[in-house]
């Protein structure tokens, strides 16, 4: 590509090619949709015990990598930005690279593994049988009364996160959040993909000097 970074608008597009803040969101929930068999096996594995929830963060995370990072290398997006006919790209329009893909996801890795932190540190203040008779919504209130403070940080980091991200997408021509600019990316709608590299890969024929 020869631009650097994809215009706002296309000639012969009359349509704003950049995917706007409801269609992400409608990708999202879609993830959720998709991951919600994943996410109640590992809510299963996590009640049986203490142990059981150490062994199953690795797993966790692998699984949650290979979602947002590898899928979004080998594909252009998730399944829920692809069902929602959406594609991640670098900001010049070339397909996403792995440095894109994980820069893309970094901050959301960081404050999943604070979450993990602070679970683990509250977690050695319980013994394992009053965490196992506990049902899950029991559970997670304890969890929250004996360590407030740091569950309220967390909480509060991730809506800020989520809020910077929506702020972007609507302060900006090309719909960018937050870990775009962090990663170099855009996201656009599928269809109009190959209009915009053929536009974009159009040799640039400069006047001469007169």
Partial sequence: MKN??????????????????WT?????IVDLVVMLPVAGLILY??????????????????????????LVKRYGGTPGKLIMGIKIVQKNGDDVDWH???????????????????????????????????????????????????????????????????IAILSNKRKRAVHDYIAGTVVVKSIFLSKIREITNEPVIEESEK
């Fill in 4 to 21: 650097e970074l994809l215009p706002s608008t296309f000639p012969g597009i009359d349509n704003n090619v950049y995917a706007d803040l």
């Fill in 24 to 28: 992400r969101i409608a990708a999202r």
């Fill in 45 to 70: 594995i996590n009640g049986l015990s203490k142990d059981a929830y150490f062994y199953a963060i690795l797993p966790n995370l692998a699984i949650y990598i290979w979602y947002e990072v590898y």
């Fill in 100 to 166: 894109a893909s994980f820069m893309r996801y970094l901050v959301t890795f960081c404050l999943s593994l604070s979450g993990i932190f602070i679970m683990m540190w509250t977690l050695g203040l319980i013994d394992d049988a009053t965490y196992v008779s506990m049902g899950f919504m029991k559970r997670t209130q304890l969890l929250s009364e004996i360590n407030p403070l740091m569950s309220k940080i967390q909480t509060f980091t991730s809506l800020a996160w989520t809020l910077a991200g929506i």
